[in-house]
């Protein structure tokens, strides 16, 4: 996810084993089948080259991050590899644990990143991935990715927020904010931005379970109807 930070220290303690190494862990501190589709009545564009598997993942990971720079600091958008990571939590389908990271394990992040048939993220491709990009040498791009909010680009023809499908579709909204997070990182309040970061994963992934068995996930219009975006991930 997009959210950013200024510089500040990592209050991380005690070790903790991730899938593949040691990674660093952080020091404590509804009714919708009459609803109408959002496709209704324009051309169904295909979903987004790579994304959509044809056969269900036997294992999959969910994955965000949060940076240390906000766009701002580093010079836009386009200069995400320099914005640096505070945290990252992955979930793993196979085990049901979560796994933090701080910058510094991100060798490690990527070696338990192509252990799994799928990572499943939002915004993952064009952000994550670019991020991760700038600290370690590794394909990123090459690891079979499911980018959601891709998918729901292809889809409709715009994007959606993370927070306007979880509200709509979970009843859970997003638990903070990308500016919080960053503001957590220049005071040095680690934990808080993992346990945010961790509920956005917790979020992705329960989006895209919901996906998955339903074919659609749920938004509210400019007018604030109910609608279906419809989605053909497995």
Same mark, same amino acid.
């Given at each position: 996810?997009?959210?950013?930070?200024?510089? &500040? =220290?990592?209050? @991380? %303690? !005690?070790?903790?084993?991730? &899938?593949? +190494?040691?990674?660093? !862990?952080?020091? %404590?501190?509804? !009714?919708?089948? %009459? *609803? !109408?589709? =959002?496709?209704k009545g324009r051309a169904k564009t295909p979903? @987004?080259?790579?994304?959509?598997?044809?056969?269900a993942p036997g294992r999959f @990971?969910? #994955? $965000?991050?949060?940076?240390?720079?906000?766009a701002e600091e580093v010079g836009g958008w386009g200069n @995400? +590899?320099?914005m640096g990571v505070s945290v990252a939590v992955l979930y793993d389908? &196979?085990?049901?644990?979560f796994r933090e990271y701080l910058q510094d394990d991100v060798a490690v992040l990527a070696e338990d990143?192509?252990? #799994? $048939?799928?990572?499943?993220? #939002?915004?993952?491709k064009r952000f994550d991935y670019l991020v991760l990009s700038g600290l370690h040498d590794f394909d990123y791009h090459g690891l079979p990715t499911l980018d959601m909010l891709d998918e729901v680009r292809a889809r409709l023809g715009y994007r959606l927020s993370l927070d306007s499908l979880a509200?709509?579709?979970?009843?859970?909204?997003?638990? %903070?904010?990308?500016?919080?997070?960053l503001a957590w990182w220049k005071q040095g309040r680690v934990r808080e931005i993992a346990d945010y970061c961790r509920k956005d994963v917790e979020i992705?992934?329960? *989006?895209?379970l919901y996906g998955r068995d339903h074919g659609h996930l749920l938004f509210r219009n400019k007018a604030g109807a109910l609608v279906r975006a419809p989605v053909a991930w497995r």
């Open positions: 996810a997009p959210q950013a930070g200024g510089a &500040g =220290a990592e209050n @991380a %303690a !005690p070790v903790r084993k991730s &899938g593949s +190494a040691t990674a660093s !862990p952080i020091a %404590a501190s509804g !009714p919708d089948k %009459a *609803l !109408p589709s =959002a496709t979903a @987004a080259k790579g994304g959509v598997m044809d056969n @990971a969910v #994955f $965000d991050l949060e940076t240390r720079r906000s @995400a +590899a320099n389908s &196979g085990s049901g644990e990143l192509r252990a #799994f $048939d799928l990572i499943v993220g #939002f915004n993952i509200t709509a579709t979970l009843q859970t909204p997003k638990s %903070a904010s990308g500016l919080e997070a992705t992934r329960d *989006l895209y």
